[in-house]
Nanobody, 115 residues
Framework: QVQLVESGGGLVQAGGSLRLSCAAS????????MGWYRQAPGKQRDVVAV???????HYADSVKGRFTISRDNAKDTVLLQMNSLKPEDTAVYYC?????????WGQGTQVTVSS
């Protein structure tokens, strides 16, 4: 069973940066979409950014211009560079991979931005 392992979360002051990484524990065949979602306390899980197999990217309006998603195809890894962080970015961030055969989720990594 392939698992997604996330890293890079933590505590940062407003205006700071963090880089999240998500790596698959094994090869995933037929990846269609890789992305990041986040869930703040008491709120639903929302999409942050996704990258399609062809390379196109899509961002939530709240993070456009501040976050950048990228992937390493050879390693089945997806990254999220987060700059100019705001307190409202505080949430648990989840990695997601959609493949032809299955849909995978990471365990989540906490990002806390202090004001």
């Amino acid at each position: 069973q392939v698992q997604l392992v996330e890293s890079g979360g933590g505590l940062v002051q407003a205006g700071g940066s963090l880089r999240l990484s998500c790596a698959a524990s094994g090869s995933i065949f037929g990846i269609k979409v890789m992305g990041w979602y986040r869930q703040a306390p008491g709120k639903q899980r929302d999409v942050v950014a996704v990258i399609i197999s062809g390379g196109s990217t899509h961002y939530a309006d709240s993070v456009k211009g501040r976050f950048t998603i990228s992937r390493d195809n050879a390693k089945d890894t997806v990254l999220l560079q987060m700059n100019s962080l705001k307190p409202e970015d505080t949430a648990v961030y989840y990695c997601n991979v959609v493949a032809y055969s299955a849909d995978y989720w990471g365990q989540g990594t906490q990002v806390t931005v202090s004001s």
